[in-house]
Structure formats: C-alpha cells, structure tokens
C-alpha cells in the first residue's frame, strides 16, 4: 500500500485518491528569470522519480508543473536586459527544458504559464471579492483578507495573533491589514500589463497557482509539491484564496522536497556558492547528478559537495560496470529484490533503501556473472528495469563509464592511442613500458581492463 507523508497533518498514512486508480499532482514550478540552479534540479529530480514510480505501478498521473513568466524579478531583468518580458521568458523556458532533458527529466503532463491563465484569476479574484475575502485598495491593487480565513496557518501550524504581533504596516501602505496579501497588482508605468476590473495590472504570485491549479486539476485534488522554500508563505495563500472562492478543501496531500546545502551551509548569492545547473554539468555527468539528487530521501536536505558528487559516481559506476559485464535478457528470476525495492518506493518513496536493494542486486548479479551462471542477462535486465523506474541505468554501460572528457581531462582519442602503444609493447616484450603506460594513465585516472577481447577502459569517479 501507497504511504505518503503529508506535510499538513505531519504524518506517513495510506494514500487514498480521488479517483480509484488516477492520481491529480501540481508542483510549483519555476519563475522564468534566470537559469535555473542546483535547488530548482532537485525539486525537479525529486517529483519526476516520484511520477515514474508511480506510472510504473499503473497509477494513472496527471503531473502538471507551472510556469511563472510574470512577476517583479521577471520585470526587473526585462528591463535590465533592455528585452520584452515575453523573449527573456521564452528563452529561460528554453534553457529550462534544455537543463531538464540533460537530466532526463520528463516532461509534465501539462506545464501552464500565468500569462495564459489571466482570466481565470481575474475571475478567482472577483469571486473572493464577492465573498468578502478580499478588497480593491485605493492605489489600484487587490488584496486578500487574511484573518477573515478561519483556517489561514494550518499548513505551517503558524499562529495568526503571533504572525500579526510580528508585523507592521509600512508608511503609505493601503492594506487593511500587514498580513493582508497581494492578489492583483497596480501596473506601474511602463510595465506589461492586463486590463482587469480593477484597472491595468498583472496578478500576484500566490493567486496564480490557485487558478491554474484549478484549472488544471479542479477545485480538490490529490497532491501538491514544491520546495523547502514554498509551505510560508505560498503555499499558506493558496490554501486560503482556493478554499474561500471554492468552498471545498484545496489539496489532499501536501508534498515537499528537502533544501539544498553547499558544504553544510545555506546556497545562497551572497555566500558565493550558488551554482546553476549548467554550471554543474560542466563539470559532473548529467546522470551522476541525477543519481545523486535521487539518493536522498526526498524529504531530506541534500549536501552538494566535491565529496558527495564523487560518492554518486562510485556508486553509480558499480551499476554499470556489472551491466558492463552481461548482456541484459527479460527472463523470469527467483528472487525478491523488485518486490522489497517497491516496498521501499511505496513507503513514502524511500530512495535510499531502494538504491540499497539494488545494490545488493548488483551483488548477486556480479556473482552469477563471475561464475557464469545462466540467470545473469536475467539479473541484469531486472536491474536496468529498476533503474528506469527511477530515471536512471539507461545508458550503454561503456559510453558511461568511458563518458566525456571534462577541461583538461585527457580524451578518448589519446587514451587509445596509448592503449594502442601499449598493445605493441607487449607485442614485443617491452613490459616496462607496457606498465609505464598503465600507470600514466592511471594517474589521471584511467583504468584499463584486460581480457581474451582486448582491452577495456573507464575513467574513475
């Protein structure tokens, strides 16, 4: 049985859907001003390895992910760039779905933009008007009465009279209230803009994903993710706006992946160690990445380090220099790592038990391939399906662990020129140089494999 840990109620309990066999998923997805980094992978990694998992269960998934492409960073750079909202926008998209295809991410089922979705806000938040639940402000903007919401910080357990004690209303400011929020903002001169009953303007980012989420997947759903980042205040509005203007509960689970850290310490800009996803691709096989994200369990906070990205490659080199070994053959295999690996994924998507039955998958594998037992192309078929059921496994074992070469790294054509020189060595007996040329390659961490086939290669992690 399905257990899902839900951050509202703060419990692991069975997964009952909506619909018997169907499961409704939004993720919060990006704002589309910059390129994405290492924060926005995991978030990323973490819900597609959920999707697949569950696809491969028979679970019928409508993942959808949104897409921010208006806000005030977004404007700000527009105009910084001296560009038009919706080029800056469109060639982020771009580089986006570039950085997640590297990583073998797929796809979302739908992935709606705000600016696609403008009458449905402008029609949430008339309804919320309507209702009382929010107000129109002299100075053009609409904002949401928060503590006209009986339930307002039941997702963060937060406190209303603490939260309002805690607050205070700027010089100027033309809310009722300092924990009143933004539902429509006043254009500024200049701005891009929509018409709306209020005057021009574009909407806040909270009252976006209520719209498109409803549109999406209805008023209630089953799940809802994002990042560490998101429970306050985002995802404490959405509740509130979608529950006022629907009446009816918004989400039945809540999801969310762990932080990132740098070294143990915050990623942050103004700690220097904030690094984009191409940024790490340039140094690091997209798949190592992917493994790594993968790793931990998603609830976790994850530590980017040198030392963790090389942990990632050892492991992940051990998968597949024993599918280097045997050719993978469907075929029917008497023993229980599928079964005890789905066990892991179904308690709340345990990723790290799952990686550790696979490797004792390899384990076996590597026995019955050493001894030549004929259950092997079985063994290893069964271990490339769990790792596809994971997004990972999928390459030729070879093309892996030869990989690209990264600046400076020696390249694929001169490691075989030097295995070339050290074939003709031992061709002549000259074993000294044979070893010379083992070692040099060696130390720039080459490993050479011998064999009645020749010789093999692949760099170390």
């Known amino acids: 049985m399905l257990q899902i840990y839900n951050t509202l109620t703060r419990q692991k309990a069975p997964f009952k859907p909506l619909v018997d066999g169907h499961i409704s998923m939004y993720v919060c997805g990006i704002t589309v001003y910059d390129y994405c980094h290492i924060g926005h992978a995991r978030v990323m990694v973490c819900f597609d390895v959920i999707t697949r998992?569950?696809?491969?269960?028979?679970w019928k998934v409508n993942y959808v992910r949104n897409i921010t492409d208006v806000d005030d960073k977004i404007i700000k750079r527009a105009q910084d760039n001296n560009e038009p909202v919706d080029v800056l926008t469109a060639r982020m998209i771009g580089a986006m779905h570039e950085d997640e295809d590297k990583l073998n991410v797929l796809r979302p089922d739908q992935e709606p933009k705000a600016t696609a979705h403008i009458d449905d806000i402008v029609t949430m938040v008339s309804s919320l008007i309507d209702k009382g639940f929010a107000y129109a402000a002299d100075n053009g903007d609409v904002y949401y009465r928060v503590e006209k919401f009986e339930g307002y910080g039941k997702l963060t357990r937060q406190n209303i009279e603490e939260l309002?004690?805690?607050?205070?209303?700027?010089?100027?400011?033309?809310?009722?209230?300092?924990l009143d929020f933004v539902l429509w903002k006043a254009a500024k001169p200049g701005e891009v803009s929509w018409e709306s009953p209020w005057g021009a303007g574009r909407p806040g980012w909270h009252i976006e994903c209520s719209a498109m989420s409803k549109c999406c997947l209805g008023e209630t759903f089953d799940i809802h993710g994002g990042g560490p980042d998101l429970p306050f205040p985002h995802h404490e509005n959405e509740i509130a706006q979608s529950e006022a203007a629907n009446g009816c509960q918004y989400v039945n689970y809540w999801m969310h992946a762990g932080p990132v850290r740098v070294n143990k310490e915050k990623m942050s800009k103004s700690l220097g160690n904030f690094f984009t996803i191409r940024e790490v691709l340039k140094s690091y096989d997209a798949e190592v990445v992917r493994f790594f994200l993968s790793s931990v369990h998603y609830r976790s906070y994850i530590d980017y380090s040198e030392d963790s990205l090389k942990d990632a490659r050892s492991g992940l080199e051990r998968f597949y220099q024993a599918l280097r070994s045997v050719?993978?053959?469907?075929?029917?295999?008497?023993?229980?790592?599928?079964?005890?690996?789905?066990?892991?994924?179904?308690?709340?998507?345990?990723?790290?038990?799952?990686?550790?039955?696979?490797?004792?998958?390899v384990n076996e594998l590597n026995k019955a391939s050493r001894e030549l037992l004929p259950e092997a192309p079985a063994l290893a078929y069964q271990l490339k399906s769990l790792g596809g059921v994971l997004g990972l496994l999928q390459q030729n074992p070879a093309a892996f662990?030869?990989?690209?070469?990264?600046?400076?790294?020696?390249?694929?054509?001169?490691?075989?020129?030097?295995?070339?020189?050290?074939?003709?060595?031992?061709?002549?007996?000259?074993?000294?140089?044979?070893?010379?040329?083992?070692?040099?390659?060696?130390?720039?961490?080459?490993i050479l494999k011998d064999s009645r086939e020749g010789t093999t290669w692949f760099r170390e992690g």
């Open 164 to 178: 309002r004690s805690g607050s205070r209303v700027e010089v100027g400011d033309a809310k009722e209230s300092p």
């Open 327 to 361: 050719e993978p053959v469907e075929g029917v295999v008497k023993n229980d790592f599928t079964e005890r690996f789905n066990q892991a994924m179904s308690d709340d998507f345990n990723t790290p038990k799952a990686f550790a039955v696979m490797f004792e998958l």
């Open 53 to 58: 998992y569950l696809r491969s269960q028979g």
């Open 401 to 446: 662990l030869q990989g690209e070469s990264k600046a400076g790294e020696i390249t694929a054509e001169q490691i075989e020129a030097l295995i070339e020189d050290r074939k003709q060595a031992r061709s002549n007996k000259d074993f000294a140089a044979s070893d010379r040329i083992r070692d040099e390659l060696a130390a720039q961490g080459i």
